[in-house]
């Protein structure tokens, strides 16, 4: 009974911890997926072009816990009424905080979103 103890507790303890790390890989690609969301919708509510990117850059930077992991954000598109822009957010995230199991290096998480501009509306 010892014996299978001192097999299966390693092995079961590396399970365990490539669950944690799944789980803090998840809820990372979440944070920047929402953070590129919020961007969005924050530049489409704007008058300018200008004021957009400022908006979202500066929402981008309050939804995610490390903005200086990030590379600036990206915002394309039509800046017109009824047009559509979109926010690219891209963040190297190292494998370091995803857990206990000692992964090396880094990796670039990237997302992006579009928001609709109203029709209706003037821009500047």
Known sequence: MAIEIVLLAPVMMA???LVVACGRY?????????????????ASLERTA????????????ASLRNPEQ???????GDFVAGGTITVTVSCDVSYAGLGLIGLPGSREFSASSSAPLDTYRRTG
């Open 15 to 17: 399970f365990i911890l």
């Open 26 to 42: 998840v809820a990372l690609r979440g944070d920047i997926e929402a953070a590129s969301r919020d961007a969005a919708r924050a």
């Open 50 to 61: 200008g004021a957009a990117e400022a908006a979202a850059r500066d929402v981008a930077a």
């Open 70 to 76: 990030c590379r600036p954000i990206e915002l394309t």
